[in-house]
């Protein structure tokens, strides 16, 4: 958040992709959301700039 920029996780599993969504699911202008396909899933941390997604 600090810099403003988006940041791609490692390749997790789907319990510690869940995890850190859950961490930060209340967190203002921090989105989540995960990209690519089994096993390399990925989450990604995102900026979102006063958009705060239920």
């Given amino acids: ?4 920029r988006n940041v791609t996780l490692e390749p997790m599993n789907a319990y510690e992709r ?3 969504h859950t961490a930060l699911q209340d967190t203002p202008d921090v989105t989540t959301y995960s990209i690519g396909t089994e096993p390399n899933r ?5 900026y979102s700039r006063g958009e705060h997604r239920s």
């Fill in 1 to 4: 958040m600090r810099y403003r």
């Fill in 18 to 20: 869940h995890v850190i």
């Fill in 42 to 46: 990925r989450t990604v941390v995102a």
